[in-house]
């Protein structure tokens, strides 16, 4: 990786490196690394006392004007007046001493590589039907072959596709803080090429040029500054300081690229996130099919390559299955039926139930699909035929809508009773990991959780992450999440290729070397997650996990209570995961009635069973 | 699109068959060459030589052949490696067969659990087996550890031992007529509560009680031994024992030869055979194998040290028959838990082990602390079978033609049990459930559940 780093690095522009040069020439000596290793890391700190401020602001100074950005005011910079007026104050070597190392490696000489061109063709991808257009800059700077591309070229990138498509196979994602060469590369961000300003991926370049000569002797270290670097960003971008976070986040995909496993993907998505941000250059929503298809894709990845999603649906189905006991009509609404995986296990239970299977309506709800397909209707006809095999009376419906929103109670209505000797329907709704995108749009929740009571169910299933990326400010929120998927991804390391690798047939098993496609692409599926968490706001930010706690609130506030997922499922859960979960990593907890899954001491998914109160 | 690339005329390379590369392609049949897409599909289309699901819908809800149809399915998804379909039909399992339901239920429910354990132990799935230990009730944890006392009780609750002590004990009667000294070699597993009768019978001989040799197969230190597990040294029983033949004057002589099935115990065939060089022909040698003889490795069990072509088993019966003995009596179950794929086994034990799961309602209350005991013995059998392999495997059942084969093979004629022995097995049943019964097959005894064949008892002789 730093190889490859150095050679994209040498595609910075002379000029830019000559003016730099001077600047470094100024800088003190890199400093001895004799840090106390662990305490940084417990610390991840980077506020200081105030004694130290002065030699601090001096040295970030120096930074400033080591990178390039001496324009900027830095005695009254955002960023450096932040620090200096911080007032709660813990290990105060972290900042100074970072600053340092980072002097000292803007220090470093150029490398004697020739420069790339700063115009990489390959980062534009123009396909023939017009479904992505021009793309933006890149921000990659790890692959040697799509070295810096900050400026898009409509040009050149027709020439460019057919070099580019079949070195690459994965194209999930844009480089801006990737650095790993196999799954990041040439980008195709349609429709915003206005949104990428120039001068930064200038800057980035030059940043790239810079810091060439990195080398990252110890991982550890630079693990350490690597979570500094991440933070500080955060922290300049919440201060609004774009030209300190921009500075900032150059260096994430260098100290990314020399560790290895999950903090390098976790830090690279996390890098690319920020680039996003700084160089307002977010994503947008997607409305083509393509997007859904994709969605859809990595969500069958992620949900097998780890036991997040099958928990979820296994918890979800037993409190549905235990509130439809002795019913004759019941009916599911699911508020996102995807594949419609979760329904095959539920069925087949009730068909073998004591007493007989009840008649079983399916109500799907899924985002409106642009292509002539009709992706709802095709998963419910898959859904009865499995259920016509199974013997049990079986009705679908698929409900396409863009947003939970638009539902109204009279769509999810039982239909006009047969006879007046027709049990009524019993309903339980299902929401896994769709809750939080309500909250995006205001009084969206409100109107969905109504239009759920206008319905009354017998029970409401809810799965969601465990986590606050929602409320508090930006910093908290990337801090959250950063942890969040740091030990998600920590966990999809710990279960490795994943058994339905072996079973999936020779295929497969042959596209599933070492990292297990499943692994892969449930890295992307959480990518875009991060993505969306850390690079968008308002309405485009619509990955708003939040805690059970929160949840608690919400739908209690909503007229819903608990209803406690019983004994039975946590040893299920428990047995299930132990067996399958391919590491001890992975736990089950008991928390007020509702079942966690986590990966060692953390929770990460959060299963919840609620109906409605009874009227005070 | 902004968020991430997939670049439309590239998406053949996301699929491993390129194929159907765009659009409509991608949506539904994502993964089609994956065959996970669908997990559940394969209740319908698991592999071939399963029937499909279809004998589920027959309508026979909640019936045994269901549960077998789940439980078969759920093996092969073991087997096969398949994490999603195995975890979607186990929680299937799980809610449809609750522990403590009827007794299909725990039937299934103990076959569920043996299959866990076998995921586990087998790291089919990447188990963890500590984990699996605390979540899964291992039925190897729940077996008890009995007094004498409790023991000669248990077993008294039903035929399923006493059936077979019997039947030996009266062949053994007629084989030892007129004998002086009577050596009788105890293979079995349940710690000699067979013999006490032995000993009265003998006692009440017309020519008077023999001296009475007993040797016993101590098989407690083996890795697998099977239940019941006797919370009492073999040192200590013998004393009583010895004692009790004393009261019926008897002059007994107890020895304990510590030795396992794994070998063909051969450490106790080797003591015999020394012994029997110094007889004079005064002494009848008796084998009372007594559920004991399936231990012994099969074929199946993978390579001899010895001869590829020649089982423990075989080895076994042949040095028996080489000690010349009086008399062997086998009483074993009559199933066959020797196939060598986990799902052919599972399917024959399945279709035997019912038998203790239905009986148990006839003599034991629901809760009861001696059906505890009772289920927990059952449910370790079944884990044996289904999650044992090699020499832990040691619930190798034959069916009863099978054993006739095996001992004509080693050189044994068959002896017919008696008229008295077969009344006296009558008036035995007639203590118990009126589902019991016993029939004769061949020169065989054989007690029956509902019909269905349970235990069989059979006499042989050198020819």
Known sequence: ?616 | MMQFTHAAVTASPLHPNGAHGLGLGLFLDVGAPRARQWPAGGFASTPPPLPTSSKISLGNLNSAGCMEQLLVHCANAIEANDATLTQQILWVLNNIAPSDGDSNQRLTAAFLCALVTRASRTGACKAVTAAVAAAVESAALHVHRFTAVELASFIDLTPWHRFGYMAANAAILDAVEGFPVVHVVDLSTTHCMQIPTLIDMLASRAEGPPILRLTVADVASCSSAPPPVLDMSYDELGAKLVNFARSRNVSMDFRVVPTSPADAFSSLVDQLRVQQLVLDGTEALVFNCHMLLHAVPDETAGSVSLAQSVSLRTMLLKSLRALEPALVVVAEEDADFTAGDVVGRLRAAFNFMWIPYDAVDTFLPKGSEQRRWYEAEVGWKVENVLAQEGVDRVERQEDRTRWGQRMRGAGFRPVAFGEEAAGEVRTMLNEHAAGWGMKREDDDLMLTWKGHNVVFASAWAPS
């Open chain 1, 1 to 616: 990786m730093k190889r490859e780093y150095q050679d994209a690095g040498g595609s910075g522009a002379a000029g830019d490196m000559g003016m730099s040069k001077d600047k470094m020439m100024s800088a003190p000596p890199p400093p001895q690394e004799d840090e106390d290793v662990d305490e940084l890391l417990a610390a991840l700190g980077y506020k200081v006392r105030s004694s130290d401020m002065a030699d601090v602001a001096q040295k970030l100074e120096q930074l400033e004007m080591a990178m390039g950005m001496g324009g900027v005011p830095a005695p009254d910079d955002g960023f450096t007046t932040h620090l200096a007026t911080e007032t709660v104050h813990y290990n105060p070597t972290d900042l100074s001493s970072w600053v340092e190392s980072m002097l000292s490696e803007l220090n470093a000489p150029p490398p004697p590589l020739p420069p790339a061109p700063r115009l990489a063709p390959a980062s534009s991808t123009v396909t023939a039907d017009g479904f992505f257009d021009i793309p933006p800059p890149s921000l990659d700077s790890s692959s040697s072959s799509y070295a810096l591309r900050p400026i898009p070229s409509p040009a050149v990138a027709p020439a460019d596709l057919s070099a580019d498509s079949p070195r690459d196979p994965k194209r999930m994602r844009t480089g801006g803080g990737s650095t790993s060469s196999s799954s990041s590369s040439s980008s195709s961000l349609g429709g915003c090429v206005v949104e990428a300003a120039p001068p930064a991926a200038a800057a980035a370049a030059e940043a790239n040029a810079i810091a060439l000569p990195v080398v990252v002797a110890d991982t550890q270290e630079a693990g350490i500054r690597l979570v500094h670097a991440l933070l500080a960003c955060a922290e300049a971008v919440q201060q609004e300081n774009f030209s300190a976070a921009e500075a900032l986040v150059k260096q994430i995909p260098l100290l990314a690229a020399s560790q290895g496993g999950a903090m390098r993907k976790v830090a690279a998505y996390f890098g690319e996130a920020l680039a996003r941000r700084v160089f307002r250059f977010r994503p947008q929503p997607d409305s083509s099919h393509l997007d859904a298809a994709f969605a859809d894709l990595l969500h069958a990845h992620f949900y097998e390559s780890c036991p997040y999603l099958k928990f979820a649906h296994f918890t979800a189905n037993q409190a549905i299955l235990e509130a439809f006991a002795g019913c004759r009509r019941v009916h599911v609404v699911d508020f996102g039926i995807k594949q419609g995986m979760q329904w095959p296990a539920l069925l087949q239970a009730l068909a073998l139930r004591p007493g007989g299977p009840p008649s079983f309506r399916l109500t799907g709800v899924g985002p409106p699909q642009p292509d002539e397909t009709d992706a709802l209707q095709q998963v419910g006809w898959k859904l009865a035929q499995f259920a016509h095999t199974i013997g049990v009376d079986f009705q679908y419906r698929g409900l396409v809508a863009a947003t939970l929103a638009d539902l109204e109670p009279f769509m999810l209505q039982p239909e006009a009773q047969d006879g007046p000797n027709e049990e009524p329907e019993v309903i339980a709704v299902n929401s896994v990991f769709e809750m939080h995108r309500l909250l995006a749009q205001p009084g969206a929740l409100e109107k969905v959780l109504g239009t759920v009571r206008a319905v009354r169910p017998r029970i409401v299933t809810v799965v969601e992450q465990e986590a606050n990326h929602n409320t508090g400010s930006f910093l908290d929120r990337f801090t959250e999440s950063l942890h969040y998927y740091s030990t998600m991804f920590d966990s999809l390391e710990g279960a490795g290729s994943g058994p339905s690798e072996i079973s999936s047939g020779p295929a497969s098993a042959a596209a599933a070397a070492t990292p297990g496609t499943d692994q892969v692409m449930s890295e992307v599926y959480l990518g875009r997650q991060i993505c969306n968490v850390v690079a968008c706001e308002g309405a485009e930010r619509t990955e708003r996990h939040e805690t059970l706690g929160q949840w608690r609130g919400r739908l209690g506030h909503a007229g819903f209570e608990t209803v406690h997922l019983g004994s039975n499922a946590y040893k299920q859960a428990s047995t299930l995961l132990a067996l399958f979960a391919g590491g001890d990593g992975y736990k089950v907890d008991e928390k007020e009635g509702c079942l966690t899954l986590g990966w060692h001491t953390r929770p990460l998914i959060a299963t919840s069973a609620w109906r409605m109160a009874a009227a005070p």
